[in-house]
C-alpha cells in the first residue's frame, strides 16, 4: 500500500543517521521537519520533505491537519501473555499488606502462573491480542512480550507459541523472549538448582531448535535467581544462539548490572537500585539500559537514575514492564510523562528512549524506531499541535491514526 502525508506541523523523525542507538546530548536531537510530508511506498519511507514534494497521482493521500507524528513506540519490556488478573492484591498493597503477606495469602507471580497454567492456547491468544490492540491504539507499533507464567516446559511453550502466533497474525511487531526463569516453580521450591538446570538442559534447547525465541532473560535478584544461575542459564542461551537481558536490580542491586555488561546482554532492564558499579560497568559496555518507570509508580518503589545514566553517555531505553502484577498499564505515552515527571529526562530525550533506543534494545534499530527514508513505515500521528502536549496532558490517549508497515490501521 503506498500513502502519502501532507500537512504534518511537526514531523519528529528521531532520525538516527545511521547509528544503533542515541546517547548523551543526541537524545535531544528529535529533527523535527515542519510543515512536512511523508511518501510510503510498500511500507517503506521513501520520502521525506516540505508542502513541495511530488507524489504519485494514484495514491491514497492523509491530511495530517497540521498535527504532530512520531514514529511508533517500540514497547522493549512486556508480559503481554498472562490469564487472570489480580486487582484483589492491588486492593491488598493499598492497605499496606507486604508482598509476603500477599504471596501468603495465594497472592504474587505463582497467582498468575496457575491462571497461566490453567488456561487454553485460545484464551491466552485472544487475551493477549486485545492487550495488543490496546497498545496499537495508544501508538506502540513494535512489542516485546517474554514468557514466564508458565514455569514449567509445557506451559511455558505454550506461551511461546502464543507469542509466535501473535507475532504471525498481529499488525504490532511482536518480539519473543523467553523468561523461563522468572520465578521458581512449587514443584522445585526445595531444589532451585534443579530448576535451573531443567531450563538449561531441557528447555532452552528446545526453545532454540523450535525457534521460539530471539532473547533470553532472567530476574537476577536476591530470592530469586542468584549471580551464579543466571550466569548459568546465560551462557547455555548464549551458545544456543539466543541473546541475554537480564531483570537487574529491581529491589537489590547484586551485580546483574555487571554481570550483564560482562556477557553482553543487549539490555539490563529496571535498575531502580543501580549504583555507582553498575553505572561503570554499564559506560564499558554496548549494554542498553532500559528503565520501566511505570513499575515505580505502581509499586511506590525508587525509580532508576535515568538522568545520571544519560548524562554519563550510557544508552537508555523506556519500556512498560506491562504485566498483571506490578505494571497493569501499557501506555507508552504515560511512560513519558513519567519519565519527564520523576526521572529528571527531557520530553525530547524520552521519546528518543521510547523509540530508536528501544528498538536498539530489540536489535531493530535498522529497521524501525524512527522516520527515515528506508526504514519501515511505522508512524503515529497525534492529535496535538506541538509534541510536548503528549507527556504534558498525561493520562489521555492523544492517538489520532495509526500507520503499520506502511498500512492505515482502522480503529
Ligand atoms: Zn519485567
Given at each position: ?15 538516527s ?8 546530548s543526541?537524545?535531544r ?13 510498500n511500507?517503506i ?27 511508533g ?42 491462571a ?5 492456547k ?16 495508544n ?48 514443584e ?105 518507570p ?49 526521572m ?18 530489540l ?46 490501521l482502522?480503529?
Open positions: 500500500m503506498n500513502l502519502f502525508i501532507k500537512n504534518i506541523g511537526q514531523l519528529v523523525t528521531v532520525a543517521l545511521g547509528k544503533r542507538v542515541k546517547t548523551g543526541d537524545m536531537e528529535l529533527h523535527i521537519h515542519t510543515n512536512a510530508s511523508l511518501l510510503i511506498e511500507g519511507i521513501t520520502a521525506i520533505g516540505g508542502p513541495e514534494l511530488l507524489y504519485p497521482e494514484d495514491i491514497d493521500v492523509i491530511d495530517a491537519e497540521g498535527k504532530v507524528v512520531l514514529p513506540f517500540v514497547d522493549s519490556h512486556t508480559h503481554t501473555v498472562f490469564a487472570g488478573s489480580r486487582e484483589n492484591e492491588f486492593a491488598m498493597r493499598s492497605e499496606g499488606k507486604t508482598y509476603q503477606e500477599i504471596a501468603e495469602a495465594g497472592g504474587g507471580i505463582l497467582s498468575t502462573m496457575r497461566t497454567r490453567e488456561a487454553g485460545r484464551d491466552l491468544y485472544r487475551l493477549a491480542e486485545r492487550r495488543l490492540n490496546t497498545m496499537l491504539r501508538g506502540t507499533t513494535t512489542v516485546e512480550i517474554k514468557s514466564g507464567y508458565g514455569l514449567s516446559p509445557e506451559s511455558e511453550m505454550k506461551i511461546l507459541e502464543v507469542i509466535s502466533e501473535l507475532k504471525r497474525d498481529h499488525y504490532v511487531t511482536v518480539v519473543a523472549t523467553f523468561l523461563g526463569a522468572h520465578a521458581f516453580p512449587p522445585y521450591k526445595d531444589d532451585k538448582q534443579g530448576y535451573v538446570d531443567r531450563i538449561c538442559d531441557y528447555m532452552l534447547p528446545y526453545v532454540a531448535e523450535k525457534k521460539l525465541a530471539t532473547f533470553i532473560d532472567v530476574f537476577c535478584e536476591t530470592g530469586y535467581f542468584d549471580l551464579k544461575m543466571t550466569e548459568q542459564i546465560i551462557l547455555e542461551a548464549k551458545r544456543r544462539g539466543l541473546i541475554p537481558k537480564i531483570h537487574a536490580d529491581q529491589l537489590n542491586a547484586i551485580g546483574a548490572v555487571e554481570l550483564g555488561a560482562r556477557h553482553n546482554a543487549i539490555s539490563v532492564d529496571h535498575l531502580e537500585k543501580t549504583n555507582g558499579e553498575g553505572i561503570a560497568a554499564l559506560k564499558n559496555s554496548q549494554t542498553i539500559a532500559t528503565v520501566l511505570g513499575c515505580s509508580l505502581f509499586l511506590n518503589h525508587p525509580y532508576a537514575p535515568a538522568r545520571k545514566m544519560i548524562d554519563e553517555g550510557i544508552p537508555l531505553a523506556i519500556a512498560t514492564d506491562f504485566n498483571p502484577g506490578s505494571q497493569m498499564c501499557s501506555s507508552m505515552q504515560m511512560m513519558l510523562t513519567l519519565a519527564c515527571t520523576q529528571q529526562m527531557t520530553p525530547e530525550e524520552s521519546i528518543t528512549a521510547a523509540t530508536l533506543n528501544g528498538a536498539a534494545a536489535g531493530l534499530s535498522n529497521d524501525i524506531g524512527s522516520i527515515e527514508i528506508g526504514k519501515q513505515a511505522d508512524v503515529v500521528l497525534y492529535s496535538v499541535h506541538d509534541y510536548r502536549f503528549i507527556p504534558y496532558h498525561y493520562g489521555t490517549n492523544h492517538v489520532w491514526k495509526v500507520v503499520k508497515s506502511g498500512v492505515l482502522d480503529f
